[in-house]
């Protein structure tokens, strides 16, 4: 799990130790200008000797040092999705891995959603218009979003290599032709979608990246190590709210006392859409 960016100093990333699908969100915790103090320091990111093996980075930074145990670390109890906003604050609806399963998701009141990938199986065409559609049902204000290692037709080298391939190793995707999928972003029209891209809303820098260690040679999968980590530096400083698909080693919702890591992946490894959505409170920034 990565301390805060916003530390000032060298900066080491503690594992990369990446788990294979799932939201992966950082929230402030305290006041958002506070973070940004730090913004024009200088921080160097080096590749951690354990991030190749993340069950010798787990064992070596919990078992041995304790890193991802109080006092560390902290369980967070999620925001009751029925308890009342307070004045001042917006409210994060915080999903993910929805993978074509909307239907029987209790949406939660909430100004900002943040689906952090995985929306659909594959990334075909008409499932991202089936989401999009979903979107354009909901009553936030702000819904971003980013991708997941499902939606392959998003990552275009990962298409651009799987149609040279004498094997189809996902058939359905590759017989698409170009034409059909060279701007399925552009379908995404009832959301922001960010790709190692941000957007500022109610005051709340967010960026996004989809990245993640590679898992079984799906979309937006990097070797762990450098290659990642040259994604992870093209994050700005500064930064509130960082979404990835690959979230910090562990489950649910946890703080370090700076920032609150989240995962909310609404399906099971089984594909079971039984998973609330998480929500998060945070104080809107003065100058929104």
């Known amino acids: 799990m990565w301390r805060s960016r916003w530390d000032a100093g060298v900066l080491k990333a503690e594992a990369l130790a990446l788990l294979p699908c799932g939201l992966g969100m950082a929230f402030s915790q305290s006041h958002v200008m506070a973070a940004r103090r730090h913004q024009h320091s200088r921080l160097i990111i080096e590749v951690d000797e354990y991030s190749s093996n993340p069950t010798q980075a787990f064992t070596f930074y919990n078992i041995n040092q304790g890193r991802f145990q109080p006092p560390h670390v902290q369980m967070v109890d999620p925001v009751p999705h029925d308890a009342p906003k307070p004045p001042g604050y917006t409210r994060f609806v915080c999903v993910s891995d929805t993978h074509s399963r909307t239907d029987p998701i209790q949406m939660p009141y909430g100004d900002v959603l943040i689906h952090a990938g995985d929306f659909t199986e594959l990334g075909l065409p008409s499932e991202v218009k089936k989401f999009n559609e979903w979107l354009g049902s909901l009553p936030y204000e702000y819904k971003i979003v980013i991708a ?11 298409m651009a290599d799987l149609i040279k391939q004498d094997f189809y190793y996902f058939p359905s995707v590759s017989k ?3 034409e059909n999928y060279e701007n399925v972003q552009s379908l995404l029209t009832n959301c922001i979608y960010l790709q190692d891209s941000e957007v500022t809303v109610r005051g709340f820098r967010i960026y996004g990246s989809p990245w993640q260690p590679w898992f079984y040679g799906w979309g937006f999968n990097l070797p762990r190590g450098q290659a990642l980590l040259e994604k992870w530096n093209l994050i700005p400083e500064g930064v509130d709210i960082l979404i990835t698909h690959g979230p910090p080693l562990g489950y649910g919702v946890m703080a370090d006392g700076t920032t609150t890591y989240v995962n909310a992946s609404v399906c099971t ?20």
């Not at 997941?148 to 990962?158: I, K, S, Y």
């Not at 859409?273 to 998480?278: K, S």
Request: aromatic share 8%; proline share 18%; hydrophobic share 30%.
């Open 148 to 158: 997941g290692n499902h939606e392959l037709t998003f990552d275009q080298e990962f």
């Open 176 to 178: 698409l032709k170009p």
């Open 269 to 288: 490894v089984n594909y079971q859409p039984v998973n609330p959505p998480i929500v998060i409170d945070l104080p809107t920034p003065r100058n929104s």
